[in-house]
């Protein structure tokens, strides 16, 4: 039987109607100090032993009774004899009793039978008294407070090696779907790895529950009943992956509504729309999507608050940054939506572009610098307005993060890895936007650098013509990176025998297009013009990727027959190359980002000797101009 959803309400709002209806135990139990670091306290705890526990030494030197030494000075000399007057002490040694200072060790001349000192010694100097640390019977630590290292240094101080803190809550969570099998298992078609279950339950470590992954539960809702009542029964919070929407094997709804209740089934968010929200037993049930963007910020959003509460903390809230936008980010009425940004900082201000924003791009979250939230009430934002992000990173780090638009290709990925080794303190990130939208980020100084590689048929350049007729004018520096080769990318063996376009439009091959903008597409373009053809002669012209991998993967799946990229692409998935023609792959930047350190770093990679060699080798590249300049 299929579901409909039972609710689509603001985020906000499910939120509030799911804490005020769940609650997680809190439980103490007693642990070591040495091992307590992260943990939360259960109660105030107070210090058993003074530290340090008797007056000593602060300082190499002897211990002198410091009326004793009045009156000396440099030009009366005061002897102390040894073991009468003065006695030698380490920093850390109880002072003897019968004296109450110290004299460095430096500020004495040894004479015969003792000491000679210059000045006097004043009472309890370099002494450290009683309790000078910690006193006994003093409050450490109040409850409630998540233990860092520092704090385990005062309670040994203390005198505390065991204390009472909160038990980490239990959750329990269970992963669903006929197609998940053990991330270490072997791939087959229609396979999917279970590797939510992991992140999920480090999300939950890392906020201060314990996690514990049940087996892989089929798409069988007796089963997942049995599973979920028995995660019930052992942990805190149970947790149900996938499942959650309306499809006719979406089982999660059913199963916590048959055993216990379900509050709210749809959230007003993209992603995250088919959370579930309920209890089993009691106990907080939620049913994640399957979607892995949309089961993090859902789990996030629901659970993470849940968790802080039961822990006595602060939901922690994240640094927020004004930026202008580099791109137009469109939204849906009704809908609140989490778009995921990568940030630089360029000419003085910070710029966001939003990444990839489908609930099943993992990848859009480990690149991502921050987020930016669409209220429901708006249709989205223009580029170049300015928004405000909430960071995953702090904006010093952003401040040395590159940007970098345009054309995909492998080696920026390599200048990238590159870049990070020679210095820890930057970063480059890509947005593919295409050969054409790279020069209008560099135009609207919204990246750093783009790459850009398009063929010009009427002048036979590269590049230059089209700079020159968008960006008129302006001081730009174009730098060759590499020259690399274009071709079809076909399923081994090459079973159709493509040479050309006039093989894709006669033979009906499915073809796997570049998005709008992109150099490789433009050339596609001239290549159909050239052979007489139109777009519409290909079946697929339409269907865009916006990378070279992506193109490639698509023929490895066997959902096109062939595309237009480059070997390193087609070599990634094991498929067959037929060259076509070799292009020049260039980097545009503005003239002050040439001349700065982060330009001049990225020009020393690109014609280091090394880099070129790892270039050349991932095949059908020649770095043969890597750095000169065009003009």
Same mark, same amino acid.
């Given at each position: ?156 101080? $203390?005198?505390? /090696?065991? #204390?009472?803190?909160? *038990?980490?809550?239990? &959750? +329990?969570?269970? =992963? ?95 992603? $995250?729309?088919? /959370?579930? #929200?309920?209890?089993? *037993?009691?106990?907080? &049930? +939620?049913?994640? =999507? ?100 909430? #960071?995953?990173?702090? *904006? ?236």
């Amino acid at each position: 039987m299929q579901k409909i959803y039972l609710s689509n309400i603001p985020r906000q709002e499910a939120r509030q109607k799911f804490l005020a209806r769940v609650e997680l135990p809190r439980r103490r139990e007693i642990i070591k100090t040495s091992a307590s670091l992260g943990r939360v306290t259960a109660e105030a705890i107070f210090a058993r032993l003074s530290m340090p526990g008797d007056h000593a030494a602060a300082m190499d030197g002897f211990a002198v009774l410091a009326e004793r030494t009045f009156g000396a000075s440099d030009q009366n000399p005061l002897r102390l004899a040894l073991g009468e007057d003065c006695q030698p002490v380490d920093t850390g040694d109880p002072l003897p009793p019968g004296f109450d200072a110290v004299i460095k060790v430096e500020d004495v001349q040894p004479v015969s039978g003792g000491i000679e000192i210059l000045a006097p010694a004043t009472p309890w100097q370099h002494v450290r008294p009683v309790g000078e640390d910690v006193v006994a019977g003093e409050l450490l630590l109040p409850a409630y407070h998540r233990l860092r290292p520092q704090d385990l240094g005062v309670l040994l101080a $203390g005198g505390i /090696t065991e #204390l009472p803190v909160l *038990a980490k809550p239990k &959750a +329990v969570i269970i =992963p669903t779907g006929t197609e998940l099998i053990p991330p270490e298992a072997e791939r087959r078609r229609g396979s999917i790895p279970d590797f939510n279950s992991t992140v999920v339950a480090a999300y939950l470590q890392e906020w201060g529950a314990a996690a514990t992954i049940y087996p892989i539960v089929p798409d069988d809702r007796a089963r997942l009943e049995e599973a979920a009542a028995r995660a019930a029964a052992e942990g805190d919070l149970v947790i149900i992956l996938a499942g959650s929407s309306a499809g006719r094997e979406d089982y999660t709804v059913h199963v916590i509504e048959a055993l216990g209740e379900v509050f709210v089934h749809g959230v007003a968010t993209r992603p $995250g729309k088919p /959370t579930i #929200l309920g209890q089993i *037993a009691g106990k907080p &049930a +939620v049913g994640l =999507p399957g979607y892995p963007v949309s089961a993090y910020l859902s789990l996030e959003w629901f659970v993470r608050p849940l968790i802080c509460r039961a822990l006595g903390q602060a939901e922690p809230a994240r640094e927020r940054l004004a930026a202008t936008l580099g791109r137009r980010v469109v939204s849906e009425l009704g809908v609140e939506e989490h778009v995921r940004m990568a940030v630089g900082y360029v000419d003085g201000r910070f710029v966001a572009n939003p990444l990839e924003r489908g609930a099943g791009v993992t990848m859009s979250l480990v690149r991502a610098d921050g987020l930016l939230i669409i209220p429901p009430e708006s249709l989205g934002y223009e580029r170049g307005e300015t928004v405000e992000l909430e #960071l995953y990173r702090p *904006a010093a780090e952003l401040r040395g993060n590159l940007l970098a638009a345009g054309s995909h290709d492998l080696i920026i990925d390599l200048l990238a890895t590159v870049l990070r080794e020679q210095d820890t303190g930057l970063t480059l990130s890509s947005a593919h936007l295409g050969s054409m939208g790279g020069i209008a980020a560099i135009g609207n100084g919204q990246a750093h650098l783009a790459g850009v590689h398009l063929f010009d048929p009427e002048s036979g350049d590269y590049n230059l013509p089209y700079i020159r007729k968008l960006l008129p004018g302006r001081e730009l520096c174009l730098v060759n990176l590499a020259y690399r080769m274009q071709g079809w990318i076909v399923p081994p063996g090459n079973p159709d025998g493509v040479k050309g376009v006039a093989d894709i439009a006669s033979k009906k091959l499915s073809f796997v297009n570049r998005q709008k903008g992109a150099g490789t597409r433009l050339l596609f373009d001239y290549l159909l013009d050239q052979a007489g053809l139109d777009s519409s002669d290909i079946y697929g012209y339409e269907r865009e990727e916006h990378t070279h991998l992506g193109v490639a993967a698509s023929v490895a799946a066997g959902s096109a027959r062939v595309g237009l990229g480059i070997l390193p692409a087609a070599r990634a998935f094991g498929l067959d190359f037929v060259p076509l023609c070799e292009e020049r792959y260039d980097l545009l930047m503005s003239a002050s980002f040439y001349r700065s350190a982060e330009g001049k770093a990225i020009l020393e990679i690109i014609t280091n000797p090394a880099f070129q060699k790892r270039v050349e080798a991932l095949g059908g590249y020649s770095m043969r101009d890597a750095g000169k300049l065009f003009n």
